[in-house]
């Protein structure tokens, strides 16, 4: 049972690690880079994830490469995380990666989470997890096997600055159906570039009237044919460069 409070960098390039196991993290309240650059890493298995008060999980797996098996388990207990950046930060071997009931503090950043998970086809978030984020960066950036993502009324982005290159290369997504109101959003650049294999794209309650930039925000979607984007306002845009550049099936666009 591990009992100590702060486990920051424990396991730090310790690159000849390649099996984990924790039964109990209820006293533990930083976890942050605890794995960072255990490249020969491949399994961990948290019997009982929890803990009394909130843990940073920053860089907790970050260029774990070789990681193909993630286990958490809490009996759905509600884990309070007060920073998760880059958690999962070039895990581009695992495939599935199925979260805890992760709840989060208010304007967390969440840039690059699941950065470079490439081969992850499915990341599934607990129905009763909430995350409030002030950055959404990069947070799905080149997840190219992700096949579905359900994050409604999960990602509450009501205070969201930055969603630029959200889900950068998502080329396997085909369906996404957002509930983002998006009330303080300025940067918007590049957040659907190369999802190129996304027919289906609802984009519901999207305001975008604080936003500046959407310069390739929805570049190269080129299996796109019809969007509605009537909740668009663009009065405070200065930069849509190539906002729809090789959108090559679209035949309907409302606005």
Same mark, same amino acid.
């Given at each position: ?11 730090? $390039?310790? &690159? ?16 942050? &880079? ?9 399994? /961990? ?5 929890? *803990? ?12 774990? $490469? ?11 207990? @509600? ?8 958690? +999962?930060? %070039?895990? *581009?071997?695992?495939? &599935? ?16 989470? +699941? ?13 009763? @997890? ?20 359900? /994050? %409604? ?5 009501? $205070? ?10 998502? @080329? ?7 509930? +983002?109101?998006?009330?303080?959003? $300025? ?30 925000? +929805? ?25 729809? &550049? ?7 666009? @409302?606005?």
């Amino acid at each position: 049972q591990i009992n100590n409070i702060n486990l920051s960098y424990m396991f730090y $390039k310790c &690159e000849n690690l390649n099996y984990a196991y924790f039964s109990n993290t209820m006293a533990v309240n930083d976890m942050r &880079e605890m794995f960072y650059n255990c490249n020969s890493l491949y399994s /961990i298995n948290f019997t009982n994830f929890q *803990s009394d008060g909130s843990i940073n999980t920053s860089y907790l797996f970050y260029n774990c $490469k070789n990681l193909i098996s993630i286990r958490f388990n809490n009996e759905g207990t @509600s884990i309070y995380i007060s920073d998760i950046e880059s958690m +999962f930060y %070039n895990c *581009s071997s695992i495939q &599935e990666i199925n979260l805890p009931a992760f709840n989060t503090i208010y304007n967390i950043n969440m840039t690059r989470v +699941f950065y470079n998970c490439n081969s992850a086809s499915c990341i599934t978030f607990r129905d009763y @997890s909430k995350f409030y984020p002030n950055d959404l960066h990069a947070t799905f950036y080149n997840c190219k096997s992700l096949s579905s993502l359900d /994050i %409604n009324n999960k990602f509450i982005t009501d $205070k969201t600055i930055d969603i630029s290159y959200l889900f950068y290369n998502c @080329s396997n997504l085909t369906y996404l159906r957002l509930y +983002f109101s998006n009330s303080l959003t $300025k940067n918007m650049r590049g957040t659907f570039q190369n999802c190129n294999h996304l027919t289906n794209l609802y984009l519901l309650n999207f305001h975008t009237k604080k936003a500046e930039i959407m310069w390739d925000m +929805f570049k190269g979607c080129s299996s796109i044919q019809s969007l509605n984007l009537n909740s668009f306002d663009t009065s405070m845009v200065t930069d849509m460069e190539s906002m729809f &550049e090789d959108f090559s099936s679209l035949s309907s666009l @409302s606005l």
